[in-house]
């Protein structure tokens, strides 16, 4: 039998060994599919957790209301960074295969690309409103 969250479950994200779900409890929960067992759980937003993603067998991403991004440590679960930049909730976050960069897109409108080498934001470009709109009239 497995802990639940104490809220509505946001997101889900799975590697070859371990399952993470995260919460509008601003937890996320670890699970070792491997040894089918409950490993515990990370809290280190302070807002739903809204976005999951491994990258590697080591590192794993989350994102959340709280407008942060925290890279951790699948070793022993710490959180090696927390990037800021968002102003308000972000909605997704994606790892490019090489493990170097990710993007996030927030509801603040921004699409940021974030260096995970240094753990810091590499450039951040505005959405605008009608940006990716369907054509009128026809």
Known sequence: MFS????????????DRYLVSGGSDEVIKIYDLKKRKDLG??????GAV???QFYSRNHLL?????????IWRTRDWECMATMKGHKGRVNGICVHPT???AVSVGKDRALRLWN??????ASNTKLGEGMISPRRGR
């Open 4 to 15: 639940a969250h104490t809220g509505a479950i946001k997101c889900l994200a799975s590697s």
């Open 116 to 121: 995970l080498m240094t753990g810091r934001k």
């Open 62 to 70: 989350s994102a959340s209301e709280d407008g942060t991004i925290c």
């Open 99 to 101: 493990g170097k960069i």
């Open 41 to 46: 759980s990370l809290a280190q937003h302070t």
């Open 50 to 52: 809204t976005a999951l």
